[in-house]
């Protein structure tokens, strides 16, 4: 809760007066606030696994033109740039 109070309030007060205040270090608040994940990043995250999975029920053989048009049909508004950026093969193969 100390966290979100600063994170709401550091426009107003400086940050490190407000974690003295608090008591808590400024460098566990400036890891708390790395740590948390945007709306962006977790629409990332999702897109990549979305990727993963059509690219594995194709066997593998899909690449970033067919992922997108498979993309599209399922109702995502995507460019095959932009799977094609967030669309490594190399990454997404298994290591045994």
């Known amino acids: 809760m100390k966290y979100c109070f ?11 007066k407000m974690c003295r205040v608090l008591e808590i270090s400024t460098g566990s608040f400036y890891r708390w606030r790395r740590a948390n994940i945007t709306i962006a990043q977790k629409r990332i995250i999702a897109l990549k696994e979305q990727i993963e999975k059509i690219y594995f029920e194709s066997k593998q053989r899909y690449g970033s ?10 109702g995502y508004q995507i460019s095959r740039i932009t799977v094609a950026k967030c669309f490594d093969p190399y990454k997404t193969r298994v290591i045994f």
């Open 65 to 74: 033109p067919r992922i997108a048009i498979e993309l599209q049909c399922l």
């Open 6 to 16: 600063i994170k709401k309030n550091e426009k107003i007060f400086p940050i490190e």
